[in-house]
């Protein structure tokens, strides 16, 4: 049975199959209105050679191309590659979040001086290639296949594909592993095989913790995300050993990449986008060359006080912190701040929602100001945020490791025990009916303190929780009064159905619109 950690995190968390088949339908329809346009029509023939990586003489493939991007959003009549779109569109086809993003960003890299039509071409290209892609330095973007199982995985593979039960469709697993929509139930046997290979699942399907560590440390080169992962991965528990196992793969292979992946994207980051907040880290190429510089390197313990908030002042720490503005392109010569850069850097980090606070709160300079004292109020202003962002995600993971408890323990007595296919449209705020919801909601409702005993809902409990998701608090505690409202006049158990589906209902449609919690968090 399918978990539901209760209002918001459920929503969160959980994942929800799209509909590939209806966007794919769309795409085609797309395509055809340009091949129906003279201007940009391809010969059948050519078009297939192109899909199919062969040479050909099609002359209009760029606008083509360009014609279908266009018409889905993502990119422009001058060739500009819209992000957000490209994000968009991918939801529609695989799910997880953090591998959304990754190509997201990667395929909106656009070579300078190209042409809208060749961008047109390589977006295609990228999208729709299963690779996995980095920027070295190059003029160009290497793209390479992975298409060789390593003699560990091959091995296991063939084993759990020589057994009849545990057999799985080569297409279908194809599908999986690139994130597209796929029915899981097929694939449960193989993956739980699988897992018991790796030892990352014992026989009676638990997850086996040691075996996570050692598979991660080999597969993440990041100490601390490895040990993150382990953690987070360790933590799932399901009655099936089978759904167990699908959720153990998820989480170990869409958030943790390859060795190289991570190597490179750190590589990528310090030279394209640094964080603005811990440049000790993510910044390290800016940081290393200003410690480098006699004229503006400054004694760490100075630098850790400044990082903290405290309040210090000197003549290095400013011509520190504005060698590092320089660097990561936060300030000009003269010192203004350009907070388009602090928007940029803190996409992946933050909703819209947060970067506005950030960037209203950092990015004005004092009129009287220099350019270094500007750069010093700049530096601790952002890692004060980043400070505040870093508590607000542990206690987010310790209010959500409370939720599953209290998940277990609800669904574990048979009076509250509700069916997979009743829980997910619950969690997405749809009006369902189970003889059992009441119950399993009033239980959950009661241990997470947003109802007591007699059924009194308790305000506060609920906003405390969502203040941890939501970034706006005026908005979180008017989410809160209009769904106590519609409890109102109804029996207890049936206003705690309702409370908690109206919560439900709002954090599915913020989730949507992808403005709940840090984007580096949602994993």
Known sequence: MKLVYCVCFVLLFGVVAPDAAAFREKVKRLEQECQNDRSTYVD??????????????????????LCTNIKLGIQDENGKINTEAIKNNLREIMDGLAKINIIAHRCSRRLPGESAEDSAIA????????????????THIHVHR?????????????????????????????KFNKG??????????????????????????????????????KKVSDKTRAKELKIKCSEIVDPSAE??????????????????????NASDNKV?????????NTGTTAFEQCQAD????????TLKKARKGKNVDTASLRAHTFCISLKLNLQTINGDIKTETIRKSLEREETEAAIDIIVNKCGTRDENDPADLTALKLFKCLNKYERKREQKK????????????????CLSDPANQVNEEVLSKFSQGEEVDHPNLASYTACLNKKSKYQDKKGKIKKDAIVDDLKLVFDDKAEVQKMVNECVAKTSGLAVREGGVQLTRCIFKHVATARAAQNVIPKSDRR
């Open 294 to 301: 006699p004229k503006t390197s400054v004694d760490k313990k």
């Open 394 to 409: 542990r206690a987010f993971l310790k209010r959500l490791k409370q939720f599953k408890k209290y998940n277990q323990e």
């Open 44 to 65: 059948e023939a050519e078009l297939e050679k192109f899909r199919n990586h062969q040479p050909t003489t099609a002359t209009n493939l760029g606008l083509h191309y």
């Open 243 to 264: 759904e167990t196992a699908i959720k153990l793969y998820k989480c170990v292979n869409e958030n943790a990449q390859h060795k190289d992946d991570q190597e490179q």
């Open 272 to 280: 394209q986008q640094p964080s603005l907040l811990n440049t000790a």
């Open 123 to 138: 977006l295609y290209r990228c999208l729709h290639t299963p690779v996995h892609v980095h920027n070295n330095n190059h």
């Open 146 to 174: 992975r298409n060789k199982r390593s003699t560990k995985a091959s091995k296991a593979h063939k084993h759990c594909q020589s057994d009849d039960s545990t057999r799985a469709n080569e297409s279908d697993l194809e």
């Open 180 to 217: 597209e929509a796929v029915d899981t139930s097929k694939l449960k046997p193989y993956i739980f095989c699988m897992n018991k290979k790796f030892e990352m699942q014992n026989a009676d399907g638990t997850v086996n913790k040691h075996g996570i560590k050692n598979f991660l440390e």
